[in-house]
């Protein structure tokens, strides 16, 4: 992965721009040591490691502001990063790039139950919001798997999931609004509180923007009920097909559950061994339906999800009576990357989503690449949004073999595009699937999102070389190559 | 001026090159609904995208649907209906108010305005919806972005700049959205006579409970009587149930007593209930006030009645809650009111739109609220990119936009 070469005037400023930037983040904010900075070298996506320039722990808006003012004059790159469980590299450092750790950013603001929202600090976890406001019955419905770790400043850079989205929508569909901070220092606020703003839909732009448009510093999220109750169902197929047509047949009735996971063969056993779940062993594939919200809708949607999947050839089926074992159903999809982990030294997590209905024609691809590279992988799919994990199982300390299990994962993600789906659902493009945007964008598409940046950060300061393949300078990418129409088009119907 | 209307994607591309070789600008229109919504357009040339019709691709197993820009909603949801499918955020129909007479309108006008109804509570806006297109930029190039998957994180989300853009940022040829399964039955369950303040904190404790309100409206006496339901002259606090049966009898049983010290609540069944949040949906109600303009003003639902009170108007103004008091449909006399309504929102937080003016909207002040310098200064540099010399939709959004 080859990332922009450093600028060797700013790393001989080294000392000189920590000094500025102590003059803006007092005391301990600002980090020097290699010995410290070891800490910050790498994110979710460890196969990369850089040290970064420096990194600055700022705790106020104004402090985050003055700071970028300062490298946007100076032309200092920029690596926002939040709890750093990026799973694309979205966080990876550049050598001649300060990290902006927004980790002390770690405050609830408010939480509104009137109007079901809660205002927050980017630093604060996703699973810390659901824990502030579940005392009154509210949570936050995005739940992606790192959790318990990430922060919801990232979450909104990488739009961040999770296993109930079908239902309950990503990120993008969870904010109301945002504060953040432009790479000149500008401090701007999206929504708020109401539904809907006046002019470009700049909060939604920003969700998912990868730490590339500016630095978000306030989050308004909605909260929402408690659903009443959840239950789950877990239902074994001898086929990916039939349990494909499960997916299909359920949603065709008119059912959208909470959370709808498959998982095949090879992931069934590795979770099974791992937690005991009760998973059954002689299926190749499994599904966890789960159902929530009122108890009379759950209890008539559980029988008609449990005759569908008869009529589909499942081949086990069992409902949860209690809550206990519902979290049992769900504890071996929970603990699926670990299990998977205990049976490899390394394994290489893909994020691609696929229409669903493709799902057993890209199995069947992904069993004949397994073969070709001599690489086992397991699959865990979001059934419900097409969203495939597929886990490729490699040895680091095997030369040459990281290099096989990327270009593996490089083919699976080709493939997704190609059935109509996309490079990733989740996780982001970052630095992992940067290269494989012209698999999806040509370059007349890729102008158009790098002009998106233009508009932001016309220096190209934050967070470069990451989701795009090229950089382009907004001069060149301004230039208009008008060709002086001669009339007419005859072939357009005029009036 | 000529009208020029494209067939095709080609011809799309090909019409807007030529009005960028000639620097003169276009109006984009479909079936005209909207026209009079916002800021009226100046331009050269009509871009009608009309002729770009049609459903290109509908799985309904896979909750997907694309079809050219130009294809009518009446058509889509037709398409829909037949697989019990539906647009969840239940895009509105100005034409009634705007033209007089109900038009839909098509998928690339709704979408391009992010119109959203009542539904919008619970289900999100248009723009949550919205999954993929295909367009030309006021470069005259082809672009798309998206795809036909929900889940998708890959590049800028540029479906939520097109959303609620008002073609000032290209013309879109195709578009891709997402469906969803629509509910069997609906009810409303209404309370009587509540006072606005009481009317919002019952619309919050029922939306703050786990019942799954899916719409809440409060409509005020003056409107009620109105809505010509059984003769009802008084004001009506309506919350929307649906699912399948069993469900919402659960629920409504479990949302009287929780609201019982609100009085005693009734149910309204299909198609009653489904006529009346259409008729809420379209400000219908509205209407007979010809000469008086229409605001739509989006706050914190829990502001909405306190908001109300302290216009302290001298006149009868009408008005009606949607959103669970997020949403204020005002109508009001004469065309003066936005410094008013806009100076007071500056405390509760949200934005004030005005939707039809009484003088006609020319005159009018700014029909879409006024944005922040650095905020304006930023959409600014997003159209230069887009449109830099200004030929698509110049001025819609707001002078420079």
Known sequence: MKMPDPDQSIMAKRNEIAEALREIVPGEGVILSDRELQVYESDGLTAYRQPPLMAVLPQTVEQVSQVLTYCHAEGIKVVPRGS?????????????????????FNQIVEVDYDNRCAVVQPGVTNLGITKAVEGQGFYYAPDPSSQIACSIGGNVAENAGGVHC???????????????????????????????SPGYDLLGLMTGSEGLLGVVTEVTVRILPKPETARALLLGFSSSESAGDCVAAIISEGIVPGGMEMMDKPAIEAAEAFVNAGYPLDVEALLIVELDGPQAEVDYLIDQVS??????????????????????????????????????????????TIPRNKLPLVLKRMREMSEHYGLRVANVFHAGDGNLHPLIMYDANNPGELEKAEDFGS????????????????????????????????????????????????????????????????????????????????????? | MSHIKPENAGQLEEAVKWGLSQEESMEIIGSGSKQKLGRAVCADHLLDVSALTGITLYEPEELVLSARAGTSLIEIQEELAKNNQYMAFEPMDYGALLKGTPDA?????????????????????????????????????????????????????????MAGSYGTLAVMSDITIKVLPAPLEEKSYVLYGLSDEQANRAMSVALNSSREVSSAAHI???????????????????????????????RTDKLTSLLTGFGKG?????????????????????????????????????QGSAFIDSLKFNEQAEYYYDWAGGLIWLSLTGDHNA??????????????????????????????????????????RIKDNFDPKAILNPGRLYADL
């Open chain 1, 84 to 104: 750093g469980t990026s799973l694309s590299g979205g966080a990876l450092p550049l050598a001649d790039a300060i990290l902006l750790c927004m980790g002390k």
């Open chain 2, 339 to 380: 410094s008013l309504l806009r100076g007071r929102l500056k405390s509760a937080g949200g934005h004030a739109t005005l939707v039809r003016s009484a003088t006609g909207i020319e005159d009018a002040e700014s029909p879409q609220q006024p944005l922040e310098p650095g905020e304006y200064a930023l959409m600014k």
């Open chain 1, 411 to 495: 083919d699976i993600l080709k493939l997704c595009v190609e059935v109509g789906g996309v490079l990733t659902g989740e996780h982001g493009v970052g630095v992992e699937k940067r290269d494989l945007m012209p698999e999806m964008f040509n370059e007349i598409d890729l102008k158009q999102q790098l002009r998106v940046k233009c508009a932001f950060d016309s220096k190209a300061l934050l967070n470069p070389g990451k989701v795009f393949p090229e950089l382009h300078r907004c001069a060149e990418l301004g230039r208009m190559h008008i060709h002086k129409g001669k009339l007419p088009f005859p072939d357009i119907p005029r009036f």
């Open chain 1, 166 to 196: 079908l239902k309950y929508g990503l990120t993008t569909n969870n904010l109301l609004g945002i504060e953040m901070v432009l790479i000149d220092g500008t401090v701007l606020r999206f929504g708020g509180k109401h539904l809907d």
């Open chain 1, 307 to 352: 005759a569908i999947a008869e009529k589909c050839g499942a081949i086990t089926s069992r409902i949860s009576q209690n809550e206990e074992e519902r979290q049992l159903f769900w504890a071996g999809r929970k603990a699926a990357f670990p299990a998977v982990g205990r049976l490899t030294p390394d394994y290489y997590c893909m994020d691609g």
């Open chain 2, 220 to 250: 005020p006496q003056i409107i009620s009587s109105k809505l010509s339901l059984e003769a009802e002259e008084r004001a009506m606090t309506l919350l929307r149930l649906e699912g399948h049966g069993p469900s919402i009898t659960y």
């Open chain 2, 105 to 161: 309108g098509t998928l690339g006008g709704m979408v391009a305005c992010n119109l959203s109804g009542p539904r919008r509570l619970k289900a999100g806006a248009a723009r949550d919806h919205f999954l993929g297109f295909s367009g030309v930029s006021g470069r005259g190039e082809t672009f798309k972005s998206g795809g036909r998957v929900v889940k998708n994180v890959t590049g800028y989300d540029l479906m939520k700049l």
């Open chain 2, 266 to 302: 009734s149910l309204i069944a299909d198609p009653e209930s489904r006529s009346l949040w259409q008729k809420l949906r379209d400000a219908e109600v509205l209407l007979k006030s010809e000469e008086r303009s229409i605001w739509r003003i989006s706050l914190p639902p829990a």
